[in-house]
Every structure is written in structure tokens, then in C-alpha cells.
């Protein structure tokens, strides 16, 4: 099931809420037929009865969570007229409540459903009908009025839900943004702290020495040059070969370095695309190609997606070897 | 407020108002029955039948927006079972006469009153048991009370309760279950949000580390490799930023506060003057929203690199440079630019990782953030970072 639309939170077009109008329907069927006794003349009551199937019909065939004009004018028309119909057909102390609870349900739904302001023309033409029948009938007007003040307090109820979930509906629209957007914010900011926390903590390892050593005053020996051009050259490596920072790979190239070869290792490949066991590979040739250098230079990359080699592998010294690393499939 | 229930929460507190007013206007429009029918039952069963029925509603949807949905569900909770108890001790209340065949008692009338709560609290076979329990009890109770006369009416009393009060059994049950979607499907949302986000300023933080490594740590390294001597001091002094750098970044907590146009270009300023003394920043248009930290950050460090670059890269005394910041409420560009000696975008010297790593990396790591470079071998070369602000 899709999650409604903050708007739809009392979307009454699913499945369970068409089952129900005709259950309602159902139930004042039921009452009418069981009160059959009371009417004077049954067809009018009964035509009554037909034009409420065919309100649940418009009503509950209506998908769209506003009702459409001519359903919701349906469902408005119904109610006065069905008191216009079978009111007048009681006998004294008949049994009132089946039609006058099914037109208070036909108004609270077309309420319900965004026709506030209809059901309200329906509700008021309603009331005038019942308080008619009062005033001309067994009724009277004291009860008329009391019913019709019942059935009006319906509608007030019905339209206080449907103005206050939507207001609501449009409050958790914003709230949810705002705690989307809070959440997003926090876990930044634990992954950025996660981020900064391990890479000082390598950098104070490696690098932090260094520096201090560096700002110190103590005066710098050759040594010292050779051992800063070496970390130097590996925060390179780090920045470019990002793929390539393997301790195997890391020692070998400090090594070299330190016999005087220079070494550039370059990574273009898409981390995602890169096959682990392509990558050991090129790792094995990479650290077999430094070992063996004792001067000049060793270029190891890798080579963006869509080649035929995952890599090169360039030692161009004394001895001069090239090997083109294909990928594995 | 717990975020996992948000819709939940506001639809009950919403449902629960709306409760509180009905039973208002339900206890003014009921209240000439309910003093008619007092003669009937005892005076010690009424009033607290009275001011539970009538006044606990009013009282939760006032309280609803103080207290927790947990503590909401057991108020609900008890009122349901409070509501229930009042009808189906109404005829042991009664005193002895019977009422009359059109009187029903008052509880029939807000029978809605006691059922909602029920959609609300429990899920909805027992909420529809609930409605059936009180439709029930009100049938007998009606049956009873009129002195056991006219079952047939009692049963259709009990049957349009039945009917009518499930108006609002339905309508609770569909708000509920839809705010229930809705915080589900909010929770998916706010995950994926974090993910993202989380990627975002991983990258972010890799990139800016990246730079700093780059701009602080490698020149430190780097100069003090070529030193012999003539540069110790200013070698001393790069260390030492680095290392205030590095202690900088281990301090840092949370995220900054954004920064206001003028504040920004102040910095700019200051930055670029650092490192070339002659070199004025040129400011255009203005904007009155504030710049995100993040971004403030970058174009610093950006605009920064690109000046460093174009001090090593070149060329001598010669070349002219030009910084202008642009504003507006739409964007913020920074250009940095020099009429030297240029190089080609396409062939790289990998050396030259100022403009690759630390321009376009942390440019690119701001949201609606970019670098561009221009540079034509011997016509010079002109760095642009924009961010659009939308």
C-alpha cells in the first residue's frame, strides 16, 4: 500500500470505507423494513430507500478523495428530500431514526470528503424540512427541533474533523520535512566526525612527528630531508592512489624510495567497478616492480573503467619493464 | 517529540479535540435528559456517571497537547472501559420506576462518545467489538429500563446505535491507520535522507582532509625536503600551521554557524592577502542571505589554492592577478585569475594536484557547488567556484 498524502488522512475511498456506506445502507435497510409497520403508504418509503442505493452507488463509485459535484449534490438533495418523502407517511409515534441517521450520514460524508460548505446547504435545508414536518405532524415542533439541533451538532463534529485533520495533514507535512532534514543533519555530522576522527588519528601516527620535528629547532639532517620526502611522497600516493593503499603496497614504494627511485602511483579506476582480485594482481606486478628497481622511476596506475587493463605497470631505469595488467572479465 | 509517531501523535491529539468539543456540545443538548431521567437512578451513581462521561473528554483534549501519546492511549483506554461500565450499571442504578416507552436513556444518545476512543487505542476488531459491546448493553438497558415492555424497540434502538455510531468508529480507524503510513513512510524517508547525507559529508570531509593534507602537510613536507638552510624559518612557520591546522580540525565540533555576505568577503580578503600582499579583491551586487558555513569554507580554501597555484605556476614578476566575488541572492562566484603562463586542462602534470584535488574536490562537495578551470598555454589562467543558492 502507498502511504497517503498528508492531505488524505481521512481519505474515506479505500475499500474498508466503500464496504462500510454499504453496511451503513444495509443497517437503515434493515431498520426501514423492520418498521415496515409504521408507514402508511410504502412506496414512497421504499422509492426513498432506492434513491439512497443510488447515493451509495455515486458515492462509493467516486474514487477521488474530493467528492465530484454531482455525487456530492447527490448526497446533499437526499437528505431534505427523503423527510419530504416518508415523514409525512408515519403514523403517530412511528419510527424516525432509520432515514433521519442515514441522511445525517450522507452529510457528514460529503463533509467528510471536501464538500464542507454543500453539506452544510443540505444540513440546513434538512432541518428546515424535519422542523416543517414537526410543525404539521404528531411530532411537534419542540421535538423537530431538538432533532434537527442533534443532527446539525452531527455536522458540526464532522466538519471540525475534516477542517482539523486537514490542518493537521498539512502540520505533519511540515514537521516530517523538518525531521527529515534534522535527521539528514546528524548523521553528516557523525559521518564527518567518523571521517575526521580516523584520518587525524592516521595523520598523528605518521605525519604529526614529522611536523613537530620539523617546527622544532633542532637543526634537519639529510636524514631527516629523506625521511620527510618519503611521507611527502606517500600523502601523494594517498591523494592519488587512493586504490592503491595497500600496506604491501605502501612498503614496497617507501622502500624504493628510500634506494632513490622515483615513484608515482596514480589511480583513475572507478573504486565500484574495480574487481578484487584484478586489483591483488596488479598489487603482486606494482610491489614485484618496485622491489626490483634500483633507480630511475616506477609509474603504477590505474586506468579508468572501460579498458581492456586494469592497470600499468612502467619501471623505466636501468632496466626497462612494461606490463599491461588485463582485467579479468 | 518522539519523530517515529509523529503523525500518529498530531492525528490523536486532533481526533481527541475534536472529542472534547462533541461532548461539550453533547452534554448541553443532553442535559435536559439527563435531568428528567434523574428522578430514576440513584444520585450517588449519577454524578460520577455524569462527570466521568461528560467531563473526561473535555478534560483530555485539553491536556492533549502536554501529554505523551502513551499516556494518551491509557486515558482512551480507561474512558472506553469507563463508559461501558455507566451503561451496563444504569438499571442496577435505577430506583424503582420504570422509565417511560419514549425515554431512552441518555447514555443512547452519545453512544459515538464511547466508542471512539476504542478506534483510537486498540486495533480495529477490537474497536467494531467495542461498538457492538455498547449497542448491545444500550439495547438492554433500553429493554430494562422501560420496565422489560417492548423488546422490538429496544433491539431497533440498539441496532441504530449500532449503525450510527460506527460513523466515527470508521472515520477514527482510517486517520489512524493513515497516520500510521505516513510515520512509516516518513521513517523510510528519514533513512535515506540520513544514508545520503551521511555519504555526502563523508565525501565532504574526505575532500576538505584531502585539501588540507594537500595545502598544509605536503608543502610543510615538501619545502623542508628542499631546504638547505635559507628557508627555516618560513619552513618552521608552515609546520606550525599545519599542526595548528591539524589541532583545528581535532577541536572541531558540530557544524559551524553560516556567515553574513560581508563577513564573507572579509575573509576572502584576508586569505588571499596572506599569500600575495598586492592582490585586491574586487567586490560586485550583494545579498542579504546568509552563506552556508560549508560553503564559506570552501571558497576560502578554493579560492585559496587557486591563488597558490597561480603564485608557483605562473610565471615571474610580471603577471598580473584579479580576485572578484560576486554576489547575489541567486549565487555567490569567485574568480581568481592571472595572465601568465597558462597550461592545458587536458595534460595535467600529476604533480599539480592543487587544482584536481583541492578546487574541484571541495567545490564539488558543496551542495549546488562547482569549479571551473580556464587556461590556455601562455594566456594565462582563470579559476571560477560558484554556488547556487536554491
Not at chain 1, 79 to 104: H, I, M, R
Not at chain 2, 49 to 78: D, E, K, N, Q, Y
Not at chain 2, 138 to 154: K, N, P
Amino acid at each position: 500500500m502507498s502511504p497517503p498524502s498528508p492531505r488524505q488522512i481521512v481519505s474515506l475511498t479505500g475499500t474498508g470505507a466503500r464496504i462500510f456506506v454499504w453496511a451503513y445502507f444495509g443497517g437503515s435497510l434493515a431498520l426501514a423494513l423492520w418498521t415496515f409497520s409504521d408507514w402508511t403508504r410504502p412506496v414512497l418509503p421504499l422509492i426513498t430507500l432506492a434513491l439512497y442505493a443510488a447515493v451509495c452507488l455515486a458515492i462509493t463509485l467516486d474514487r477521488r478523495d474530493r467528492l465530484s459535484l454531482p455525487a456530492a449534490l447527490a448526497g446533499v438533495a437526499v437528505a431534505p428530500l427523503s423527510v419530504v418523502l416518508v415523514a409525512w407517511q408515519l403514523v403517530d409515534g412511528g419510527y424516525t431514526a432509520w432515514y433521519v441517521g442515514e441522511a445525517t450520514a450522507f452529510l457528514f460524508l460529503v463533509n467528510l470528503r471536501g464538500r464542507v460548505l454543500l453539506a452544510w446547504v443540505g444540513c440546513v435545508l434538512f432541518d428546515a424540512a424535519l422542523i416543517v414536518w414537526g410543525v404539521t405532524s404528531w411530532a411537534g415542533a419542540e421535538d423537530a427541533i431538538l432533532t434537527a439541533t442533534r443532527q446539525s451538532a452531527i455536522l458540526v463534529i464532522g466538519t471540525l474533523t475534516a477542517v482539523g485533520l486537514r490542518r493537521t495533514g498539512r502540520r505533519i507535512r511540515k514537521l516530517t520535512a523538518e525531521a527529515s532534514v534534522r535527521s539528514a543533519a546528524e548523521a553528516a555530522g557523525l559521518a564527518a566526525a567518523e571521517e575526521r576522527a580516523g584520518r587525524l588519528a592516521d595523520l598523528r601516527e605518521t605525519v604529526v612527528p614529522l611536523l613537530e620535528r620539523i617546527a622544532g629547532d633542532t637543526p634537519l639532517t639529510d636524514e631527516d630531508r629523506r625521511e620527510f620526502a618519503v611521507a611527502e611522497a606517500e600523502l601523494r600516493d594517498g591523494l592519488r592512489a587512493r586504490g592503491l593503499r595497500q600496506h604491501r603496497l605502501v612498503d614496497a614504494a617507501r622502500a624504493a624510495r628510500s634506494r632513490g627511485v622515483d615513484v608515482v602511483l596514480l589511480d583513475d579506476s572507478d573504486p565500484d567497478a574495480l574487481d578484487l582480485d584484478d586489483l591483488d594482481r596488479f598489487a603482486d606486478i606494482t610491489v614485484a616492480a618496485l622491489d626490483n628497481a634500483t633507480d630511475g622511476r616506477v609509474t603504477a596506475r590505474l586506468l579508468p573503467p572501460g579498458r581492456d587493463s586494469i592497470g600499468t605497470v612502467v619501471a623505466d631505469g636501468t632496466h626497462y619493464s612494461r606490463h599491461d595488467v588485463p582485467r579479468s572479465r | 517529540m518522539n519523530d517515529s509517531a509523529l503523525a500518529e501523535a498530531r492525528v490523536v491529539r486532533t481526533i481527541v479535540i475534536v472529542l472534547g468539543v462533541a461532548v461539550a456540545i453533547y452534554a448541553l443538548l443532553s442535559a435536559g435528559t439527563v435531568l428528567a431521567e434523574a428522578k430514576y437512578v440513584h444520585p450517588a451513581w449519577l454524578f460520577p456517571a455524569v462527570i466521568i462521561v461528560f467531563g473526561v473528554p473535555p478534560v483530555l483534549a485539553t491536556i492533549s497537547g502536554r501529554i505523551s501519546l502513551r499516556v494518551m492511549h491509557l486515558g482512551l483506554a480507561l474512558y472506553t472501559i469507563a463508559f461501558l461500565v455507566v451503561v451496563v450499571t444504569w438499571v442496577p442504578a435505577m430506583r424503582g420506576d420504570a422509565l417511560p416507552l419514549d425515554a431512552a436513556p441518555w447514555p443512547l444518545g452519545i453512544t459515538a462518545v464511547g466508542t471512539v476512543p476504542a478506534a483510537i487505542v486498540w486495533r480495529p476488531a477490537i474497536a467494531w467489538l467495542v461498538v457492538i459491546a455498547n449497542s448491545m448493553a444500550l439495547a438492554i438497558v433500553r429493554y430494562f429500563s422501560t420496565g422489560a415492555l417492548d423488546l422490538q424497540l429496544a433491539l431497533q434502538d440498539g441496532l441504530f446505535c449500532l449503525v450510527f455510531s460506527s460513523i466515527f468508529t470508521i472515520v477514527a480507524i482510517v486517520a489512524i491507520r493513515n497516520a500510521r503510513a505516513l510515520d512509516a513512510a516518513a521513517l523510510t524517508a528519514r533513512a535515506s535522507a540520513a544514508r545520503a547525507a551521511s555519504v555526502a559529508a563523508r565525501m565532504h570531509e574526505h575532500a576538505r582532509l584531502d585539501a588540507l593534507v594537500h595545502d598544509e602537510l605536503i608543502t610543510a613536507l615538501y619545502y623542508a625536503t628542499t631546504d638547505r638552510g635559507e628557508l627555516t624559518g618560513s619552513v618552521q612557520v608552515q609546520a606550525r600551521r599545519a599542526l595548528d591546522e591539524l589541532g583545528r580540525l581535532d577541536a572541531e565540533r558540530g557544524e559551524p554557524a553560516p556567515v553574513e555576505s560581508a563577513a564573507f568577503a572579509s575573509r576572502l580578503r584576508s586569505v588571499l592577502l596572506d599569500l600575495s600582499s598586492g592582490l585586491m579583491l574586487t567586490v560586485r551586487g550583494q545579498r542579504t542571505a546568509l552563506i552556508p558555513a560549508d560553503v564559506a569554507d570552501a571558497f576560502a580554501e578554493g579560492a585559496t589554492e587557486a591563488l597558490r597555484n597561480s603564485l608557483r605556476h605562473a610565471g615571474g614578476g610580471g603577471v598580473r592577478r584579479h580576485a572578484t566575488l560576486s554576489l547575489s541572492e541567486e549565487r555567490v562566484v569567485v574568480e581568481v585569475g592571472d595572465d601568465g603562463s597558462g597550461f592545458d586542462p587536458h595534460s595535467v602534470n600529476p604533480y599539480r594536484l592543487g587544482i584536481l584535488v583541492s578546487i574541484r574536490g571541495r567545490l564539488d562537495a558543496v551542495k549546488n557547488g562547482s569549479a571551473s578551470v580556464r587556461s590556455t598555454p601562455g594566456a594565462g589562467t582563470v579559476v571560477t567556484l560558484t554556488w547556487n543558492d536554491r
